[in-house]
């Protein structure tokens, strides 16, 4: 949509924003993204500004599944969150990185990495233990964006030589398991 029709539906997620509860504000975003291009929303900086101010204010509250949709919502909109913002995002996954799953690891490194925001080096460690306890049971598919993802995210160097082999390992898995459906697609 072009941003003269999106203003109404602007207008009614900001209204919502003072009172809406994290989840709320996820789902009102969401639907904002499917809408309209990303640079017809972001080109609404005060919007957008609101709807960062808002998601910083409730992301103490979010548990493991939000902080997914929210990073996944953000990626939709391309709209990349200010330092502080990133600083608490990073809080929060320290403490609810126990609990994620795979997916939602997958779509918060996903996330970031389209709008260009590193993890911090602990948020990081967390996410490389859990990605090598999952290795055995990620499709190829996963294993593939994760890997891409990952070296989207830190495109000039990977941070470290563990880094370095996981995202090696993520990519030796993915071709293992491409060749392997590969042949038995072939004995069919």
């Not at 291009?37 to 509250?61: F, G, K, M, Y």
């Not at 964006?145 to 993520?170: C, E, F, H, I, K």
Request: glycine share 4%; with cysteine.
């Amino acid at each position: 949509w072009p941003l003269e029709h999106l203003q109404p539906v602007l207008l009614q997620v900001w209204l919502l924003l003072p009172t809406a509860d994290g989840p709320d504000i996820i789902a009102a975003a969401a639907s904002v993204a499917q809408l309209s291009a990303p640079a017809v929303i972001t080109s609404d900086e005060q919007w957008c500004n609101a709807l960062l101010h808002r998601l910083h204010a409730v992301l103490p509250c979010l548990g493991s599944a939000e902080l997914s949709q929210v990073v996944q919502t953000l990626a939709a909109l391309q709209l990349k969150p200010y330092k502080a913002w990133v600083y608490e995002l990073c809080h929060r996954l320290r403490v609810e990185a126990q609990s994620m799953t795979s997916e939602q690891v997958l779509t918060v490194i996903e996330g970031l990495a389209k709008i260009r925001v590193q993890l911090d080096p602990e948020v990081l460690h967390l996410f490389v233990l859990g990605i090598r306890h999952w290795m055995g049971v990620l499709s190829c598919d996963e294993l593939h964006r994760l890997s891409g993802a990952l070296r989207l995210m830190y495109s000039r160097a990977l941070p470290g030589r563990t880094m370095q082999q996981l995202v090696n390992d993520l990519s030796r898995r993915s071709k293992h398991l491409s060749s392997q459906h590969q042949q038995h697609a072939s004995y069919m």
